[in-house]
Nanobody, 130 residues
Framework: QLQIVESGGDLVQPGRSLRLSCTTSGATLNHYAIGWFRQAPGKEREAISCISYKGDTTNWADSLQGRFTISRDNAKNAVYLQMNNLKPEDTAVYFC???????????????????????WGKGTLVTVSS
């Protein structure tokens, strides 16, 4: 069982940046594709982006491309989500998840809920407010 932990969530003002981290305890993420998701209050979970075990990225949310960037550092056993120019509508719980298939599904599949993720973290809260 892969235990995933997200961190980095915080209360920030609009226009600021945050970097979220995803890691595990006692295991490696290096063989998994990792996806980031978010769920705002009263809304459905939204797929943001994915990175394969090799580092290939797939953007799942066109509206966030250009502001949100996924990356990984296998030496640090971590996957990151860099979020720039944050807006109040980015307020949500952000989740990291791992796919044993090690590659990312298409944006169409992810948006339909067929993201293939097997293991989920408990999330980290990002609040964007002045």
């Amino acid at each position: 069982q892969l235990q995933i932990v997200e961190s980095g969530g915080d209360l920030v003002q609009p226009g600021r940046s945050l970097r979220l981290s995803c890691t595990t305890s006692g295991a490696t993420l290096n063989h998994y594709a990792i996806g980031w998701f978010r769920q705002a209050p009263g809304k459905e979970r939204e797929a943001i982006s994915c990175i394969s075990y090799k580092g290939d990225t797939t953007n799942w949310a066109d509206s966030l491309q250009g502001r949100f960037t996924i990356s990984r550092d296998n030496a640090k056993n971590a996957v990151y989500l860099q979020m720039n120019n944050l807006k109040p509508e980015d307020t949500a719980v952000y989740f990291c998840a791992a796919d044993i298939a090690a590659t990312c599904v298409s944006a169409i599949a992810a948006r339909a809920g067929h993201h293939g993720m097997n293991y989920w973290g408990k999330g980290t809260l990002v609040t964007v407010s002045s």
